[in-house]
């Protein structure tokens, strides 16, 4: 069984036991449990949902298993001839969840 999930604008193939970096949740704490009620296509090995926009009835819960940084973006621009060069660096935060069940109603 495996859905596909619309999670603050990104859209995530998971299982049952998969574990995800999403976009940062700053108000959950580290074990604390998400309702993700936005599926956009469930596979439940028997039949296929297909959401209009999404699947009614039908939810993930996750749990939080903690927060990170990723690996560091390097932001360049150049513009020949011009002396112009700027090098600026970026880490974006994250928040690693575990599928814990997928539910039908």
């Known amino acids: ?13 998971v299982q049952k036991n998969d574990v995800l970096h ?10 604390s449990e998400i309702e993700i009620n936005s599926l956009l296509l ?3 090995d028997k039949k296929t949902h297909i959401g209009k ?11 939080v298993l903690g927060h990170g940084r990723d690996r ?12 112009y060069s700027r090098k600026q660096g970026h880490r974006q935060n994250f928040t ?8 039908i109603n």
């Open 53 to 63: 926009p999404s699947v009614k009835g039908a939810k993930v819960v996750a749990e």
């Open 1 to 13: 069984m495996y859905a596909i999930i619309d999670f603050k604008g990104q859209q995530h193939k």
């Open 72 to 83: 560091k973006i390097i932001v360049f621009k150049k513009k020949k001839r011009k002396s």
């Open 96 to 103: 690693e969840i575990k599928v814990k069940d997928i539910i």
């Open 42 to 44: 469930l596979d439940d």
């Open 22 to 31: 999403v976009a940062y949740l700053e108000d959950k704490e580290i074990g």
